[in-house]
């Protein structure tokens, strides 16, 4: 691991030199979040906003008051919920086009040009795609046994006999599968940063020797993940615990405490495709520099000491 | 040999001896009929119209219990009876029983287990003639006087060989076997935990000039006599046990089992539970009647939340000790069970909780489900209305009391939740329950006549909290508070109608309320009014060039137009704001289709605003009982807000598997 030291810090810097990314990708789901809450808005208007009641919703947040109007038959709110997933579903697509620009600026380690960041993210667009696919076949059965196993453990939280072994089955379900997760996540971003780097077509093999090395660095790449995502996991839990403690009526600045939440995501998720990325490179790409066998220099003699030698050096030859 | 003095001296002592023993039997048969053990009153509190003597062994391992019944029936209906109806609900728990065909009805993923398949039995049922025991077993038939269905064994009824004349007592003698299930709906076992309700035959209650005994349905209680309960229980010595009434005694049996022996007076039915491994706890409170001990059995793993427990149990009680009326019983037990589906009941002096252990405090369930069990204590263990025809008497009025105390303990706003600055109250989660399914049924239909198990569970419990609420607006709280008062203690111990009820509150209100019962008690119409336009206008509109409007000078025509969008007609207030700091305050009739309001002014309106207390909480939509002229649109932009957020956090969970 001694090899891999500072790869973390030159990752955030790289991340951080092109932070606009960071910045695109917050402002396109902040767009897209809000226009995922359009229908909302248009229901609610005519409702909320000349009625004493949703004070109730405004100065506080009144659990009832908000069930009765969500509801309520002029609003049903959450029939409005089909178009944030509609809306999830496009920004995922965005976020596989963004991510060859993305590993391409820090593959290059320099300001690319606008002309040079959508080229490559049309490059490798497809190339991701199928990636996404290899990886789907993975993640929907894990995801189908997460989901199980939760549904027991929930039955059993509902035997009050076994209700703590419910818990700590969904928890272990929650770690093992979470586990699990993350490697194959960092799978299949390593066999993302070899088709930027290596300029590979072949998603296939180029996912068989992502597994290889990922097989063979695991430990070392896997606590670059982790160590990143533990800055995330801090970061959402203090902006939500301020969250709760924030009065219900300041509602803006609670909506900005949590999209610092959603920015710190963003970001956590950049600084380990950066730092990937350097670690991919310091491996494989930049040669290592042996340091030479220190050479033994005799001391230089002192001035004060030297003795003028009594016979003269025979001639070299 | 023996001398003749001698013979005489042990003549003496033996009838000296059978005299004395007769006085102490009779001496305490007196006292057992005289002074109650098993409640604070020094005399018998209801009529006492039966005597179960029961004695019964569980079997831990089968999860079956074997007993005996001597059930001493008082005939006080003023005639003959002949024939005797008797609840035997165990059988509820099997696949072709009318509970079963109306669960798999209402609940879509219902899939029955042979797990649930629970059986009541009668081995032997006899009736006392004189010295003699009268066979009647094979006399029993089994009746569906709800369904007609042939398949539910869950009523039996026996014909007497002669009748048993008004005043007279009958003794019946019934030896039974039950089989418990899995815990399905609050009787049986999970594991080492076993809930013994509904588990001995009960007699059906001569009510309104017949029998009433029902057969048992999903979504119905249930409905019994007063009398005493004497019941012997052999369980392994292992067990904890909790039981109605109070523990007399308990001996310790050479076969490892152990028998417990309660006593409950003036009870309708007996419930029990057993468990090894029940932490017991123990507080009293001192009511207006004396002592009451308060018995927690709590599951191992939920400790931490006794103390949770006895402070809602004291809380409540108290408040329904000042506001209601006494508990008279010596005790109160409160039962965590280890299953859910036995949490959330009722039974007299027994009651059941619902909790994890994981509940934080700003969420209310526990003080919920406690509060509301022990509310039953009233409505339906004193006031032991009939469940099956008046559900709402019993769980609706205990829903109110329950929202009223559970408003007074921890305020309006956060008497159900609490928790990262959400807030909800208990009414309102009754009110809304109610708007879920306002319309289907009205209350007083009979229980197992509603549409659906929600429509029930909306109505009777949601509706009739939502009803009693908004009698308030009407009466006053005060009043309604006397008015249930007078309720209990007219009708404690009895089987009151929901007109008794009703009748009570008009009463003690002093007001003719029936224009408002027959609309929300009899009927479904839904209660709907709003503030269909607030609007200022100049009066000097028709001038071409007016002069520029200015505050407190400009004269302008206001006009609130009110609309009745449903059909509850309710009276009402009407509050009108305007920007000159004025209001006015209309009544209105409710009863035509609208009615508008109009004032000139040197002011615009404000806000116009119906129900201003906000007290008529039938009203269906309360965001239409107001109208702010100037927009605010800061809820909205909340909701918004956090819709975005929402959407934004599952597009980055999404955009993970980029």
């Given at each position: 691991?001694?090899?891999?030291?500072?790869?973390?810090?030159?990752?955030?810097?790289?991340?951080?030199?092109?932070?606009?990314?960071?910045?695109?990708?917050?402002?396109?789901?902040?767009?897209?979040?809000?226009?995922?809450?359009?229908?909302?808005?248009?229901?609610?208007?005519?409702?909320?906003?000349?009625?004493?009641?949703?004070?109730?919703?405004?100065?506080?947040?009144?659990?009832?008051?908000?069930?009765?109007?969500?509801?309520?038959?002029?609003?049903?709110?959450?029939?409005?919920?089909?178009?944030?997933?509609?809306?999830?579903?496009?920004?995922?697509?965005?976020?596989?086009?963004?991510?060859?620009?993305?590993?391409?600026?820090?593959?290059?380690?320099?300001?690319?040009?606008?002309?040079?960041?959508?080229?490559?993210?049309?490059?490798?667009?497809?190339?991701?795609?199928?990636?996404?696919?290899?990886?789907?076949?993975?993640?929907?059965?894990?995801?189908?046994?997460?989901?199980?196993?939760?549904?027991?453990?929930?039955?059993?939280?509902?035997?009050?006999?076994?209700?703590?072994?419910?818990?700590?089955?969904?928890l272990v379900d929650i770690i093992f599968i979470g586990f699990l997760m993350m490697c194959l996540r960092l799978w299949f971003d390593i066999a993302q940063v070899r088709a930027v780097v290596e300029e590979e077509y072949g998603m296939w093999s180029n996912a068989g020797r992502a597994f290889k090395l990922i097989f063979r660095n695991f430990r070392s790449l896997f606590w670059i993940y982790l160590r990143i995502s533990v800055v995330g996991w801090f970061v959402f839990g203090i902006g939500v615990w301020i969250w709760t403690k924030m009065p219900p009526a300041r509602f803006w600045s609670t909506f900005i405490v949590l999209e610092i939440v959603i920015l710190a995501g963003f970001a956590v998720r950049l600084w380990q495709r950066s730092s990937e990325m350097v670690w991919y490179q310091r491996r494989f790409l930049i040669p290592a520099i042996v340091a030479p066998a220190p050479i033994s220099v005799p001391p230089a003699p002192d001035p004060l000491l030297t003795i003028a030698p009594a016979v003269p050096p025979a001639p070299q030859t | 040999m023996r001398s003749p003095r001698t013979r005489c001296l042990r003549f003496f002592c033996c009838w000296w001896v059978l005299v004395a023993g007769a006085c102490a039997a009779i001496s305490q048969a007196t006292q057992a009929l005289q002074a109650p053990v098993a409640t604070l009153a020094d005399k018998s509190l209801s009529e006492r119209v039966v005597a179960y003597q029961i004695d019964a062994r569980f079997d831990d391992q089968k999860h079956t219990l074997d007993g005996t019944e001597v059930l001493t029936y008082r005939n006080l209906t003023g005639q003959p009876l002949d024939t005797f109806p008797f609840h035997l609900y165990l059988n509820a728990f099997q696949p072709t029983s009318t509970f079963m065909k109306e669960e798999h009805r209402d609940r879509p993923g219902f899939k029955w287990k042979d797990k649930y398949k629970a059986s009541a039995e009668i081995k032997t049922l006899g009736v006392v003639n004189g010295p003699a025991e009268i066979d009647l077993s094979s006399q029993i038939k089994f009746i569906a006087p709800d369904d007609g269905n042939l398949d539910d064994r869950t009523v039996f009824q026996v014909k007497l060989p002669r009748p048993v004349a008004p005043n007279e007592t009958v003794q019946f003698k019934i030896t039974f076997h039950d089989q418990f299930g899995q815990v399905f709906a609050r009787t049986g076992y999970n594991g080492d935990f076993m809930m013994g309700a509904q588990w001995f035959p009960k007699v059906g209650v001569w009510w309104q000039g017949a029998w009433n005994c029902h057969q048992f349905h999903s979504t119905t209680e249930f409905f019994a006599d007063f009398g005493t309960f004497d019941v012997k229980l052999t369980v392994p010595q292992k067990e904890v046990v909790g039981a109605s009434g109070v523990q007399l005694d308990e001996v310790k049996n050479n076969d490892g089992t152990k028998t417990l022996t309660f006593r409950g007076e003036d009870i309708h039915d007996f419930a029990w539970t057993a468990q090894p491994t029940f932490h017991v706890a123990e507080g009293y409170f001192n009511g207006s009647m004396g002592n009451v001990k308060i018995r927690l059995l709590m599951q191992p793993g939920h400790t931490s939340q006794t103390e949770r427990h006895m402070r809602i149990m004291k809380e409540t009680m108290k408040r329904f000790d000042e506001w209601y009326g006494p508990y008279p019983y010596k005790q109160i037990t409160v039962v965590d069970p280890a299953d859910l589906r036995a949490g959330g009941m009722e039974y007299p002096t027994l009651i059941t909780g619902d909790t994890a252990w994981w509940m934080p405090d700003g969420l209310r369930l526990v003080e919920q489900v406690v509060e509301h069990e022990f509310g039953h204590q009233y409505w339906y263990g004193m006031v032991a209305t009939n469940e099956f025809e008046d559900a709402w008497l019993d769980e609706g009025i205990n829903s109110y009391t329950e929202c009223k105390i559970l408003d007074d303990i921890f305020g309006r706003d956060t008497s159900a939740m609490d928790l990262w600055g959400i807030t909800e109250s208990d009414v309102s989660q009754q009110r809304n329950g109610y708007l879920s399914m306002p319309d289907f049924d009205p209350m007083s239909r009979y229980a197992f006549k509603f549409v659906n198990g929600s429509s029930y569970g909306e109505i009777t419990y949601g509706k009739s909290a939502t009803v009693l609420y908004t009698l308030e607006k009407l009466i006053g709280e005060e009043t309604l508070k006397r008015g249930l008062h007078t309720y209990f203690m007219r009708y404690r111990f009895t089987h009151p109608t929901k007109e008794d009820f009703l009748k009570t509150v008009e009463e003690v209100s002093g007001q003719n309320l029936r224009w408002y019962f027959d609309q929300a008690v009899y009927g479904t119409q839904v209660l709907d009014y709003e503030i269909f336009s607030a609007e200022s206008d100049r009066l000097d509109w028709y001038q071409k060039n007016p002069a520029d409007e200015k505050k407190g000078e400009t004269m302008f025509h206001n006009m609130v137009i009110v609309h009745r969008k449903g059909d509850f007609i309710f009276p009402l207030n009407v509050l009108i704001k305007f920007d000159s700091g004025e209001s006015a305050i209309e009544q209105w009739d409710g009863k035509d289709r609208w009615v508008r309001y109009e004032y000139n002014k040197k002011a615009k309106i404000v806000s116009a605003e119906i129900d201003p207390e906000q007290q008529v909480l039938l009203d269906k939509d309360s965001f239409n009982n107001s109208r702010v002229v100037h927009q605010n649109a800061r809820a909205r932009w909340k909701i918004i807000s956090y819709w975005t957020w929402f959407a934004q956090l599952l597009s980055q969970c999404l955009s993970w598997l980029a």
């Open positions: 691991m001694s090899d891999q030291r500072g790869v973390l810090r030159e990752g955030f810097h790289r991340f951080w030199r092109y932070q606009r990314v960071l910045w695109f990708i917050f402002f396109i789901s902040l767009a897209f979040g809000h226009f995922s809450a359009s229908p909302a808005i248009h229901k609610l208007d005519g409702i909320t906003d000349h009625s004493l009641a949703s004070q109730r919703i405004s100065e506080m947040f009144d659990y009832g008051t908000f069930s009765a109007l969500a509801s309520n038959p002029e609003v049903k709110l959450f029939e409005a919920g089909g178009v944030s997933g509609g809306f999830s579903f496009v920004f995922l697509v965005g976020m596989l086009f963004l991510t060859g620009g993305i590993l391409e600026a820090y593959r290059a380690d320099r300001k690319l040009t606008t002309r040079e960041f959508f080229e490559a993210c049309g490059s490798y667009f497809w190339r991701f795609v199928r990636l996404l696919l290899l990886m789907l076949i993975l993640v929907i059965p894990l995801a189908i046994i997460f989901g199980s196993v939760l549904s027991q453990a929930g039955k059993l939280m509902l035997d009050v006999a076994q209700e703590k072994n419910g818990f700590w089955l969904s | -």
